[in-house]
């Protein structure tokens, strides 16, 4: 769904209306424990927060150049069945700290919460 109509979508039905359908998008492999959970969580999550962020995500500038160009260590942790943000896209321009985890969707702390550790730690001590 694209982020103008998203941002539709929560303006006129609201965040409880949004969140149920969405979320089993965030992950490969949907836990119904967890997903009720966080509907729970995120259900009463203001709309016009979430409309805010969907629209500075929609706006927001392309930093593709800057990430290629700088010496500043960069760390993607990337879920390999990721729906929301194929790996390819991120592959495409950046070559080095990447981790791709297997069997993850777009949210890998929930998912593989070790592995992501893991990832951020050996990227933080090398």
Known sequence: MNRDRTAELLEKKGTGFFIGPFLPNLFATVSSDLISTLSERYRHLPASGLIAATKAMKDRKDF?????????????????????????????????????????????????PEAVAKAINQFVHV
């Open 64 to 112: 593709t150049d800057f990430v290629q160009q700088t010496d500043i260590p960069f760390l993607f942790i990337l879920g390999e069945n990721d729906t929301l943000i194929s790996v390819g896209s991120i592959t495409r321009f950046v070559k080095k700290s990447v981790v791709i985890l297997p069997n993850v969707g777009h949210q890998g702390t929930y998912e593989a």
